[in-house]
């Protein structure tokens, strides 16, 4: 049986960390879960979208995944995203995350080749296959991934009894309801696209992962408890400030990844850049990125 409560409250998505070469920086990997951790968020998701898993190595992602929970084992949830292009450097990850005690595996969709439903259910399940003891929750991001999660699919996939949730990054927060209403009380479904956190929790919502939340931890954690209390007037004020602060993260020429890292930077947090081909800072972003934090720590000082 899940424990749910393991799932329900805000879990930031991790970035990458790398040292003045662009190598993998296990230093700071440890620095920024430190980081997190003192911030008193629920829960990591390590080696996601936000992570760049698409361009490191297995060899690196285990590093990154071996790092976090030399830090965080036994003191926060952490959900391990282990889809790799093929079933087999998948399967390698997902034991090795077990092997490491993390609370759940995630896996997008088999990307570039589109895959019917079948060949979908196939790759997760082979996946989850090579973590027996591990929960697995399906990460449905249909604008990047290219296929969507549907119920039927969903259906095939809760025969598997370690499938024990949905990340969701579409954007209808109705699927957030298709998805619960399906999987039933216990079912965890956690929302994703971070402009419409409290939206997802008042569809129903287990918690969020998020890739803006470890720039502005104090809003979502706050908003989150709002939400949880029926304040939900204060929530949306906090809901607004998030979103002007990311359309400002988003204003740079640079990816929003290398404007968050610029952020923390400042807050004396160095983890680097950007790996290639993702656009790293340009002229002025380092003027938005500058001017995102105030409007951070305006909003922390505001409601937190
Ligand atoms: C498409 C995408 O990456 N979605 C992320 C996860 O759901 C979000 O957390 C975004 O990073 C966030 O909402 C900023 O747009
Ligand atoms: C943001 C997010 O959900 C990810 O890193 O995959």
Known sequence: MTDIKKYQGVIPAFYA???????????????FTRHLINKGVK???VGGSSGECIY?????RKLVLENVMAEAKGCLTIIAHVACNSTRDSRELAAHAESLGVDAIASIPP???????YGIAAYWNDIS????????????????????????LLREMRKNPRVIGVKNSSMPTQDIQMWKDEGGEDFVVMNGPDEQFISGLAMGATGGIGGTYAVMPELFLKAYEL??????????????????????????????????????????LELGGVR????GLGEGDEDIAAQASAMIDAAIAKYC
């Open 17 to 31: 960390c790398y040292d003045e070469k662009g190598e993998i920086s296990p230093e700071g990997v440890r620095m």
């Open 129 to 152: 296959a090579a973590a027996p003891n591990t929960d697995f929750i399906i990460y449905n991001i249909p604008q990047l991934a290219g296929v969507a999660l549907t119920i039927p």
């Open 111 to 117: 990307i570039y080749f589109h895959l019917p439903p």
């Open 227 to 268: 939400m949880e209390a029926g304040e939900v007037a204060q929530a949306r004020a906090i809901q607004n400030d998030i979103c002007r602060i990311i359309y400002k993260l988003c204003e740079a020429h640079g990816n929003l990844y290398a404007v968050m890292k610029a952020v923390l930077r400042g807050k004396g």
């Open 43 to 45: 829960g990591l998701y």
């Open 276 to 279: 290639e081909p993702l656009p």
């Open 56 to 60: 490191h190595s297995v060899a690196e």
